[in-house]
């Protein structure tokens, strides 16, 4: 019997864990083939607890790096898409907007794997529509970058959870980390951005099982392939 | 879940479990660049890219005369490694520093507030040029049984890499607490920082006061405040300020604390100092810190402002009196200043003296009319009372 | 240590229990004091957060991207966060039921800065208004937490009766601030005591 009730609450959790959001068909180039360019992969090892220590987190070594890069350039090549890395910045402004906007990503990213893809979670104003967006302000990036879409990765070790939420706690009023901690060790997600609107048109978040040891290729190239499954064409 | 008390110059004291130090390592030398391939070419290259994420900090402070002078102190005690250090003052009201095996010093805020000269500046400078000369961190890294620790400090800089994404103070911060020295390593760094200072011509005398001054802060906090760190290891830090005044007192030769200097140099950001402290609202032991700055700038009018704001602030009884007096001096000083005037009337204002409030509130304005509650202030002022 | 696990525990377990519902455009009561007509895009994030009843958080897009804080009475010896209260070791600022608006104003402002543990706060504009037909304050607020996001906010409240009814609001400065700035104003103008 209880067996059964595991079992359907398992199903049911499946069925309602949504699959990566998919806001349009087919990306739209200005001139021909679209081009997405890469944003810095987001990494974080470790946290600050409310009590202003710090907690090291999981083993990661600098072969992470290299190893997520080296599996987002076989990802890059895969596709019929014009991928490109983060060219040249030149002017302050730009830079300052893209670093600017890689750390509100980092904020909006959580709040859709948290509203989105959260049991329970769900906001209801958001029920029918996924109108996240990281602002027309980023426009000036896709002018300079020459790009149509940009794809933001950000992967974090999920133990940074407990000081977050435990600061969550004490800045309950503020509440800018929360009870998102069910999402397993590794907290990864990504976006891909049009570049002339802001809005997020493809998101998805790694699951906890979906993710492998980003020291070894061969983990890094499986988050990677799991977070990045279902990119649009 | 494992727990690394914060790093930096209050650590010494802390680091009870002592790993012995790794066998002979050559000091670091003028130019130094660890051999490539190495662990320590590869902590650096962590740590170099941290440092981007430190560089694009909202927190930095970046007045060029502020960090051009914490430079300038630098080398002027370790010349030698002047072209090998990179200073960054960060904006956090608490007492501490650090520097990282690459060359990555880290001043706090909260450290110039509190040194009442160079010399004072100069001892922990020194000392983390100690730390920095010695190797403490490498042969604490490569020390560390524990490989996720080592593997840690490597990933820390992972974070800051791709140009400062995520949280860079947790960065900061995550740095300041990574390597953790032993006592050993807290002594040989002291002695190496007092031997800098004397060379230079700093009073060493003034080392054992930056650990007694820090003592004086800590026992005005009630017991909840303080520290864990800190208290914890209390009398480390008492024995730690006598050995330093032990060793002072052999020091020959003419030696100048340049007091007027540092004092003169700090000016500029004195207020905004003040602020972020007042702003932390540990008010028994910001009063601590603003005595003894009354003492050396006795009409210094920010000073004389911010401890009558500390009183109005903590406002417990008898407070409001020694607000209004400190005020009532402040705002008699010739550099007085504008929110002066607000504070006095915001306490007539409790007394219910509305003509008194009346006459400070306008003052108030008078002397800043784009001030940003003008007209909130405004509406305090009432005729006919 | 101790503390920080009861922490995580307690959010656990409110975790547990916290869901969103939707705010019709209806008055909606803050505790017996204070009450605002409600904006759709908002949501309710219900559930027992700390501890009192009179507080209640609202968000359009997710905390991270906005939050609108509403405080139907913080009384004497009170502080601005609910969880604070059992445990206050913050050092947060304590409310005098005797402040003026100045007070509560400068109360407000280091509260919040004190919660968000950062000394990159500045206060702009703060002016007298009328807040749900009494004479109150409101001011905009720029702030950077720890993630580094900078933040702008807009608080707005009044003392009645020796309480602070008070409503404040923070979100990222790029796109989210002002994306529900017109819903936030509608809300505070809708204030009633």
Redesign the interface.
């Known amino acids: 019997m209880r067996a059964l009730a595991a079992i359907a609450l398992v199903a049911l959790l499946a069925a309602c864990a949504p699959g990566p959001h998919r806001g349009v068909p087919v990306l739209q180039g200005q001139a021909g083939v679209p081009v997405v360019v890469l944003m810095?992969?987001?990494?974080?090892?470790?946290?600050?607890?409310?009590?202003?220590?710090?907690?090291?987190?999981?083993?990661?070594?600098?072969r992470?790096?290299p190893a997520v890069e080296t599996a987002l350039a076989r990802f890059k090549n895969s596709r019929g898409i014009g991928f490109r890395n983060l060219g040249g910045v030149g002017d302050t402004e730009t830079r300052d907007l893209i670093?600017?906007?890689?750390?509100?990503h980092?904020?909006?990213g959580?709040?859709?794997a948290?509203?989105r893809f959260s049991p329970?979670?769900?906001?209801?104003?958001?029920r029918e529509r996924f109108d996240?967006?990281?602002?027309?302000?980023v426009a000036p990036i896709g002018r300079a970058q020459r790009a149509d879409y940009a794809l933001f990765v950000h992967l974090?070790d999920s133990?940074s959870s407990?000081g977050r939420?435990?600061m969550?706690?004490?800045?309950?009023?503020?509440?800018?980390g929360?009870?998102y901690?069910q999402m397993g060790r590794q907290e990864g997600f990504a976006s891909l951005v049009d570049l002339r609107t802001?809005e997020i048109v493809w998101f998805n978040r790694l699951l906890e099982s979906a993710g492998g040891d980003l020291r070894t290729p061969e983990g890094a190239g499986r988050t990677i392939a799991a977070l990045l499954q279902d990119f649009p064409r | 879940m494992r727990r690394i008390p914060r790093r930096g110059f209050l650590a010494g004291a802390l680091a009870g479990c002592a790993d012995a130090a790794t066998g002979a390592m050559t000091p670091v030398g003028a130019g130094y660049r660890p051999e490539a391939g190495s662990d320590e070419a590869e902590l650096w290259r962590a740590l170099d890219r941290m440092e981007e994420g430190t560089r694009q900090s909202r927190f930095l402070l970046r007045e060029p005369a502020i960090v051009d002078y914490v430079r300038d102190v630098a080398c002027r005690l370790a010349p030698e490694q002047c072209g090998d250090l990179r200073v960054y003052v960060v904006r956090t009201a608490q007492f501490n520093a650090s520097m990282a095996p690459n060359g990555m010093m880290q001043v706090w805020t909260g450290l110039l507030l509190r040194c009442e000269n160079e010399a004072q500046l100069a001892t922990v400078i020194g000392h983390e040029i100690g730390h920095y000369i010695e190797r403490h961190s490498l042969k604490g890294m490569l020390d560390r049984r524990n490989k996720a620790t080592a593997g840690m400090i490597l990933s820390l800089g992972l974070g800051a890499a791709g140009g400062g994404l995520g949280s860079e103070l947790a960065q900061l911060a995550g740095y300041a607490s990574m390597f953790s020295f032993n006592r050993d390593q807290e002594r040989e760094a002291d002695a190496v920082g007092l031997g800098l200072m004397e060379r230079a011509g700093y009073p060493t005398i003034e080392a054992a006061k930056v650990w007694e001054n820090l003592i004086a802060e800590n026992k005005a906090m009630p017991q909840r405040e303080r520290g864990p760190g800190f208290f914890a290891t209390h009398p480390a830090q008492e024995e730690r300020a006598e050995t330093l005044r032990r060793q002072a007192a052999q020091q020959a030769g003419p030696a100048d604390a340049r007091q007027g200097e540092y004092l003169a140099r700090l000016r500029p950001i004195r207020r905004l100092l003040l602020q972020d402290e007042l702003a932390l609202r540990q008010f028994d032991r910001s009063l601590i810190v603003l005595g003894r700055l009354a003492e050396a700038l006795p009409e210094d009018a920010a000073t004389q402002h911010f401890t009558g704001e500390a009183y109005r602030l903590r406002d417990q009884p008898g407070d409001a009196d020694r607000a209004l007096g400190m005020l009532g001096r402040a705002a008699r000083l010739p550099d007085a200043l504008a929110e002066t005037q607000r504070s006095l009337g915001m306490i007539h204002l409790a007394r219910r003296d509305q003509r008194a409030a009346n006459a400070a509130f306008r003052r108030y304005i008078e002397l800043a009319p784009a001030a940003q509650d003008r007209l909130l202030i405004q509406s305090f002022i009432r005729e006919g009372a | 240590m101790k503390a920080i696990r009861a922490a995580i525990l307690s959010l656990g377990l409110l975790a547990g229990c916290t869901a969103y519902e939707a705010i019709p455009g209806q008055p909606q009561a803050i505790g017996n004091g204070l009450s605002v007509v409600g904006e759709p895009e908002f949501n309710r994030r219900t559930g027992a957060i700390g501890r009192r009843a009179e507080f209640q958080q609202w968000t359009a897009d997710g905390f991270e991207l906005n939050a609108l804080h509403l405080y139907g009475g913080i009384g004497e010896g009170e502080t601005l966060s609910p969880v604070a209260d059992r445990d206050n070791r913050r050092e947060l600022p304590v409310f005098r039921a005797n402040s003026n608006l100045a007070e509560a104003a400068e109360f407000v402002q280091a509260s919040i800065a004190k919660l968000g543990g950062t000394a990159l706060i500045e206060a702009r504009d703060i002016r007298p208004i009328a807040f749900g037909g009494r004479d109150g304050f409101r001011f905009e607020f720029r702030i950077t937490l720890k993630d580094e996001v900078e933040r702008d906010g807009i608080a707005a409240g009044a003392v009645a009766s020796g309480r602070l009814y008070l409503i404040f609001y923070h979100a990222p400065r790029q796109h989210y601030f002002e994306r529900r700035k017109p819903a936030v104003e509608r809300i505070i103008a809708s204030a009633r005591l």
């Open positions: 810095p992969v987001d990494v974080e090892l470790y946290e600050i607890t409310a009590g202003g220590m710090v907690e090291p987190k999981g083993e990661w070594t600098d992470a790096r670093l600017r906007t890689i750390r509100l980092g904020a909006v959580q709040a859709i948290i509203h329970g979670q769900t906001l209801p104003s958001k996240w967006s990281l602002g027309a302000e974090h133990y407990g939420v435990a969550a706690v004490a800045a309950s009023v503020l509440t800018l929360r009870a901690i802001g």
